[in-house]
């Protein structure tokens, strides 16, 4: 991507090493490939974008970080006073740093936890991020039922001869505890803390990558994020697709939100929301393949 063109200001970004590579600490961000359409409703005008100055802290989700980065570079070309920080390892740390004051915004690829107190936040849906059970591209399976899926990852089913695929062990593939496509897959599935995982990584680039070189290997990862390298399978019969996590047939998706202390909203804070909702905010969602939403948290329709 090209450098983000802008003398002031840049946005960072804090990841880890295992989620970009290359990325260690902080580092300034490439530009977006994401060209901005006309803005749409809920954005300022040019005097009012010159008025909100100051440091957007984000913590949380390492699912979320690409859409933070091109989100946050668009948002620097609309407000050039204005820098956004994203950091975090997973989305158990957005409540704890939006609580320390350490972060003014939090994000979660997961809803919030009732040990987490959200009374306590402000709850934002800015996108809806479709789960794929992802298999080799040499893999003979291409369908499971949502059944075949929890007993696969729990250990019931232990050889792919089982489902109609080789005689082979399946290796099973999963995140890390603090993992928020973890958390939704497990609650989607209803296998939470009974997985039994072969390896448990640190992104959905690494266990992609992981599938797609071992035929016997089966893991989730973001519907966005799939590509020709793995083979996204049907789940009871149903093409994991965009239009069908919409019409509510696709059964495997969860929330990207983004929550703040409650009462502490600010120009800058609304500004930031305003602008995902607008028709300019909703565009740079999809450009990531993720699903856009409007303020209710309804999913939106191409």
């Known amino acids: 991507m090209k450098k983000l063109v802008s003398a ?51 913590n949380g989700s390492t699912s ?22 994203k950091s975090g390892n997973g989305s158990g740390d957005a409540p704890k740093a939006v609580e320390a004051g350490t972060a003014r915004i939090g994000d979660l690829s997961r809803t919030l936890k009732d040990e987490e107190k959200p009374a306590d936040f402000d709850v934002k849906t800015v996108a809806i991020d479709g789960i794929a059970i992802a298999v080799s591209k040499d893999s003979k399976v291409k369908a499971l039922t949502s059944e075949q899926v ?3 990852f729990t250990g019931e089913i232990k050889n792919w001869k089982e489902v109609g695929g080789s005689d082979a062990a399946i290796n099973v593939i999963g995140r890390e505890s603090a993992s928020g496509t973890r958390d ?3 609650s989607i599935f209803k296998c939470k803390e009974k997985c039994k995982y072969a390896s448990e990584l640190t992104s959905t680039g690494a266990v992609k990558a992981k599938v797609s070189s071992d035929k016997n ?14 083979t996204a399978v049907k789940i009871d019969n149903v093409d994991a697709t965009e239009e069908n996590i919409i019409n509510g047939t696709y059964k495997a998706h969860r ?9 502490s909203e600010d ?26 939403t409007d303020e209710s948290g309804k999913g939106l329709s191409k």
Request: with cysteine.
């Open 267 to 292: 120009d800058m804070v609304n500004a930031w929301f305003q602008f995902i909702y607008s028709a300019e905010g909703q565009k740079v969602i999809r450009d990531c393949k993720l699903i856009p």
């Open 217 to 230: 290997a089966v893991g989730y990862i973001s519907l966005g994020n799939v590509d020709d390298s793995v």
């Open 150 to 152: 929890t007993k696969i």
């Open 255 to 263: 929330p990207f939100i983004e929550i703040c202390k409650k009462g």
């Open 184 to 186: 939704g897959f497990e």
């Open 64 to 85: 979320m970080a690409e859409v933070c980065q091109a989100l946050g570079e668009a948002f620097t070309k609309k407000y050039p006073n204005v820098k956004v920080d």
């Open 8 to 58: 002031v200001l840049a946005v960072t970004v804090v990841c880890s090493a295992a989620l970009f590579s290359g990325c260690g600490g902080s580092q300034v961000l490439d530009a977006s490939s994401v060209q901005s359409e006309a803005s749409g409703t809920g954005t300022a005008s040019a005097s009012s974008a010159a008025e909100i100055s100051g440091n957007l802290t984000l």
